[in-house]
């Protein structure tokens, strides 16, 4: 699975690529069961620490991230050397108005590179109707734009922050996502999305992959997984791998590891209402 030279050219002038064929319908639907599971365990939604540096929770999605089906495309657009920083869930309930504002993620994420890509899988149908992530072409080759904290219950960011200045929707592209289909975009590229109208649930999983000569600037501690290649700086603490899911000593390490993430998303905000 590779992505084509029109695709790359596309991705490095407009700052994404969407649809990429990645996972059958069936494999996605096994994915979802066991996410599901999971919550039926719990008795309802993941808790909202639970939503970032999952990777370190889930061996599904452990083994996910370093499918050559989604690496493929991924080192064609940042190299060979390939480190998994993040992986965050996204889901919205049929009919909920959770929405997420206009933002670019370099703002706050304490990463130096310019090369951070998202990968975005769905995991049940991410149509227009559900709410599919929305991008503003081009806007990763220009400035990070001013952002504002306007905090708000059905923003799934942080602290609701939102990009100041006027952005002309128009030039607005969809990425609507089949079950088991990605989108790949540059972090820096503004993106947003809008209430799931849908009667199904928008299940998606976002991974965020650097290459290894990143540095985290704004926490003091960090960690990721070496997914492909070699990682020759050594500037994050490497992840344990899950055995299975709920592995205690890869819970222990996704403690520390999203109390560190989480400080990083909240860096100078008013308050930390603890979403992820
Ligand atoms: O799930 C969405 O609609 C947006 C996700 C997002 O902001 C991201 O993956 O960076």
């Known amino acids: ?11 490095q002038r407009d700052g994404y690529v969407s649809p990429v064929d990645v996972l059958s319908v069936t494999e996605a639907g096994e994915l979802r069961k066991k996410l599901e599971a999971t919550e039926a365990k ?22 996910l991230i370093r499918d050559p089906r989604i690496l493929n495309p991924v080192e064609q657009l940042i190299g060979p050397d390939i480190l998994l920083w993040n992986t965050i869930f996204w889901i919205k309930e049929a009919g909920a108005e959770s929405f997420i504002s206009w933002h670019q993620d370099t703002k706050y994420w304490g990463l130096s590179s310019d090369q951070v890509v998202t990968a975005w899988i769905a995991l049940s149908p991410a149509s227009v109707e559900a709410g599919c992530m929305r991008v503003m072409p081009g806007t990763h080759r220009g400035e990070v734009l001013s952002h504002e904290d306007r905090y708000h219950a059905d923003n ?49 999983v976002s991974m965020h992959f650097m290459p290894p000569d990143t540095e985290q600037i704004v926490g003091n501690w960090d960690c990721a997984t070496l997914v492909r ?21 890869a819970v222990a390490f996704h403690d520390k590891a999203s109390k560190a993430i989480s400080e990083v998303l909240y860096a100078g905000a008013a308050v930390n209402d603890r979403k992820l």
């Open 229 to 249: 290649g070699n990682d020759p700086y050594g500037n994050f603490e490497p992840a344990p791998v899950p055995a299975h899911d709920f592995d205690p000593s």
């Open 1 to 11: 699975m590779t992505l084509s030279e029109n695709e790359v050219e596309q991705f």
């Open 42 to 63: 719990q008795g309802g939604a993941l808790y909202p620490e639970q939503r970032s540096k999952s990777f370190l929770l889930f061996k599904w999605l452990n083994d």
């Open 156 to 204: 799934m960011l942080t602290r609701g922050q939102e990009i100041s200045a006027d952005l002309n929707e128009e030039r607005a592209v969809y990425m609507p996502l089949g079950v088991g289909q990605m989108s790949i975009h540059n972090y820096r590229l503004a993106h947003a999305s809008g209430a799931n109208k849908s009667t199904d649930r928008r299940v998606g």
